[in-house]
Protein backbone atom coordinates (compact mmCIF):
# COMPACT_ATOMS: atom_id res chain seq x y z
CA UNK A 1 0.00 0.00 0.00
CA UNK A 2 2.75 2.41 0.50
CA UNK A 3 4.67 1.74 -2.55
CA UNK A 4 1.20 2.49 -4.53
CA UNK A 5 0.77 6.62 -1.87
CA UNK A 6 4.02 6.78 -2.92
CA UNK A 7 3.38 5.85 -7.06
CA UNK A 8 0.43 8.64 -6.78
CA UNK A 9 2.44 11.39 -5.02
CA UNK A 10 4.81 11.21 -7.81
CA UNK A 11 2.43 11.32 -10.46
CA UNK A 12 1.03 14.20 -9.09
CA UNK A 13 4.22 16.44 -8.58
CA UNK A 14 4.81 14.79 -12.68
CA UNK A 15 1.24 16.22 -13.50
CA UNK A 16 2.29 19.26 -12.29
CA UNK A 17 5.74 19.95 -13.79
CA UNK A 18 3.73 18.86 -16.50
CA UNK A 19 1.42 21.45 -16.30
CA UNK A 20 4.32 24.21 -15.47
CA UNK A 21 6.19 22.93 -18.90
CA UNK A 22 2.83 23.45 -20.71
CA UNK A 23 2.03 26.98 -19.24
CA UNK A 24 5.94 27.92 -19.86
CA UNK A 25 5.81 26.59 -23.67
CA UNK A 26 2.62 28.57 -24.45
CA UNK A 27 4.22 31.63 -23.09
CA UNK A 28 6.98 31.46 -25.32
CA UNK A 29 8.44 33.68 -28.15
CA UNK A 30 10.21 33.34 -30.31
CA UNK A 31 11.85 35.07 -33.11
CA UNK A 32 13.13 33.63 -36.55
CA UNK A 33 15.05 35.62 -39.08
CA UNK A 34 15.65 34.79 -42.96
CA UNK A 35 17.22 37.39 -45.65
CA UNK A 36 19.92 37.82 -43.22
CA UNK A 37 17.49 39.96 -41.22
CA UNK A 38 15.68 41.45 -43.72
CA UNK A 39 12.33 39.51 -42.40
CA UNK A 40 11.83 38.69 -38.79
CA UNK A 41 8.60 37.21 -37.61
CA UNK A 42 8.14 36.27 -33.71
CA UNK A 43 5.56 33.45 -32.90
CA UNK A 44 4.18 32.09 -29.55
CA UNK A 45 4.50 28.57 -27.97
CA UNK A 46 1.64 27.41 -29.87
CA UNK A 47 3.08 28.51 -33.50
CA UNK A 48 0.65 31.40 -33.97
CA UNK A 49 2.27 34.13 -35.47
CA UNK A 50 2.34 38.01 -33.19
CA UNK A 51 4.35 39.97 -35.49
CA UNK A 52 6.17 40.55 -38.39
CA UNK A 53 8.87 43.23 -39.52
CA UNK A 54 10.20 43.68 -43.05
CA UNK A 55 12.89 45.85 -43.83
CA UNK A 56 11.73 48.89 -46.04
CA UNK A 57 14.02 47.95 -48.95
CA UNK A 58 12.32 44.86 -49.91
CA UNK A 59 9.42 46.77 -51.15
CA UNK A 60 9.91 46.91 -54.75
CA UNK A 61 6.77 45.35 -57.08
CA UNK A 62 9.72 43.37 -58.62
CA UNK A 63 10.89 41.68 -55.38
CA UNK A 64 7.31 40.33 -54.20
CA UNK A 65 8.09 36.77 -54.58
CA UNK A 66 11.49 36.83 -52.64
CA UNK A 67 9.64 38.55 -49.94
CA UNK A 68 7.10 35.75 -49.73
CA UNK A 69 9.88 33.41 -49.67
CA UNK A 70 11.64 34.77 -46.81
CA UNK A 71 8.62 35.79 -44.65
CA UNK A 72 7.88 31.63 -45.25
CA UNK A 73 11.44 30.96 -44.57
CA UNK A 74 11.36 33.62 -41.21
CA UNK A 75 8.35 31.65 -40.45
CA UNK A 76 9.69 27.98 -40.82
CA UNK A 77 13.06 29.62 -38.90
CA UNK A 78 10.79 30.95 -35.61
CA UNK A 79 8.47 27.26 -35.74
CA UNK A 80 11.29 25.47 -35.68
CA UNK A 81 12.97 27.16 -32.46
CA UNK A 82 9.88 26.77 -30.95
CA UNK A 83 9.19 23.24 -31.68
CA UNK A 84 13.24 22.84 -30.10
CA UNK A 85 12.31 24.68 -27.27
CA UNK A 86 9.33 22.95 -26.08
CA UNK A 87 10.97 20.06 -27.00
CA UNK A 88 13.64 20.61 -24.29
CA UNK A 89 10.93 21.86 -21.45
CA UNK A 90 9.17 18.04 -22.13
CA UNK A 91 12.40 16.48 -21.96
CA UNK A 92 13.39 18.05 -18.41
CA UNK A 93 10.17 16.98 -17.36
CA UNK A 94 9.80 13.70 -18.28
CA UNK A 95 13.66 12.88 -17.30
CA UNK A 96 13.56 9.60 -15.62
CA UNK A 97 10.21 8.21 -16.54
CA UNK A 98 10.75 5.02 -18.19
CA UNK A 99 8.60 5.80 -21.38
CA UNK A 100 8.88 3.64 -24.31
CA UNK A 101 10.58 4.61 -27.47
CA UNK A 102 8.59 7.25 -29.78
CA UNK A 103 6.37 7.66 -26.76
CA UNK A 104 5.76 11.44 -26.43
CA UNK A 105 4.31 13.58 -24.14
CA UNK A 106 1.99 15.11 -23.58
CA UNK A 107 -0.23 12.59 -25.38
Not at 68 to 88: F, M, N, R, Y
Request: aromatic share 2%.
Amino acid sequence: MRDIMGMMGKVKEMQAKMEKAQADIAALEVEGKAGGGLVSVVLNGKGELKSLKIDPSLFKEDDVEILEDLIVAAHKDAKDKSEAEAKEKMAAVTAGLPLPPGMKLPF
